[in-house]
């Protein structure tokens, strides 16, 4: 590997937390971890570790992800649910953060407010790592950065457009990873989405310095021409259900369908891809879409050829595993 991800006794809160360099340097890290998942071999260099998993919020691939990430490599983890501990209520989250901190090696937080992963990581002495906040999702953009890139074999000159809410978490870490690659990023999303000024700005900044854009614009149809990358998310987060009925009214113009991919140019030379990081709602298969039918993304877009959502989801694997294993032992070189 070229660059080494000198993360040791650091936390992974926000993207901005790492130098490009260094970002890049665990998208590498990652891959060389995957390929020697893949050839079964045993990993050890987590022997003797204890990760806390403290998630306010339901998971499948975070927390699947982490445990997987960390058994594999010789370390255990421990999974705190909501409810299974006092932190925040009987106890305060800097109490907490000091006693986890006297009995874990690093910390995987999956929850609401940015504020509390920051403040886990203030006092607990150990690092911790944001698996999803309302603000931010940094884990889930290094496996989709990954995913492109293996499609692509490269980051620079793809372009990726993302569909949908494009202020939510998953939405503003993407846009931020995209500019620390040079990627050309497009957010599509109503007037009423789109991230904040300062956020687009900052991103700017960083594009422009590794030869990627960032473009902010509200058509579908011309947001995708040219794309690499199809990429959406579900339209009403966790712990944002009161705003449903309003927030499908304003995001059923940016369903991905057949005909929107088809708009990119690229299904028919397979230089497109479709990207989510998951749960999605594109069937009738699940309770909720009973109701009321696909809706981010059309059940014929999901199941594509061009479709990659499930090594979207693999990747969390590996993209964990580079992140917690750089911050317990510091650079590691596997070769590759």
């Not at 690499?228 to 449903?244: H, I, L, R």
Request: aromatic share 6%.
């Amino acid at each position: 590997m070229k660059r080494l991800a000198r993360m040791k006794g650091r936390s992974l809160l926000t993207l901005h937390d790492l130098s490009d360099d260094e970002m890049l340097g665990l998208l590498d890290f990652s891959d060389a971890l995957k390929r020697r998942r893949l050839a079964r071999t045993p990993g050890h260099l987590l022997d003797g570790k204890q990760i806390a998993m403290i998630f306010e919020k339901l998971s499948t691939r975070t927390r699947c992800a982490t445990s997987t990430a960390v058994f594999d490599e010789g370390g255990r983890t421990e999974y705190l649910g909501k409810g299974e501990t006092h932190l925040g209520k009987k106890e305060s989250i800097k109490d907490s953060a000091r006693v986890l901190g006297r009995m874990f090696d690093g910390i995987m937080f999956r929850g609401f407010s940015q504020s509390t992963v920051e403040c886990l990581a203030r006092y607990s002495g150990i690092p911790v790592w944001n698996g999803l906040t309302d603000q931010d999702h940094p884990t889930q953009t290094l496996a989709d950065l990954m995913t492109v890139r293996e499609a692509f074999g490269k980051l620079k000159g793809i372009k990726v457009v993302y569909v949908g809410d494009g202020r939510n978490n998953v939405a503003c870490s993407l846009m931020v990873g995209c500019a620390k690659a040079g990627v050309d990023f497009v957010n599509c999303t109503p007037e009423a989405l789109v991230p904040s000024r300062e956020s687009v700005v900052l991103a700017r900044e960083i594009a422009a310095k590794n030869g990627g854009s960032i473009t902010v614009i509200p058509d579908p149809g011309q947001a995708v021409r040219g794309a690499n990358a199809v990429y959406t998310d579900v339209w009403v987060s966790m712990g944002e259900e009161s705003q449903q009925e309003e927030r499908l009214r304003l995001l059923r113009p940016y369903q991905i369908t057949a005909d929107l991919m088809a708009a990119t140019g690229n299904v028919q030379s397979g230089k497109v891809i479709f990207l989510h990081c998951l749960p999605a709602f594109h069937d009738s298969e699940t309770e909720f879409t009973k109701q009321i039918g696909a809706l981010e993304v059309t059940n014929e877009v999901f199941e594509a050829p061009y479709s990659r959502v499930f090594d979207q989801a693999e990747n969390r694997v590996h993209t964990i595993k580079a992140v917690i294993v750089s911050a317990i032992c510091g650079p590691v070189n596997l070769g590759g």
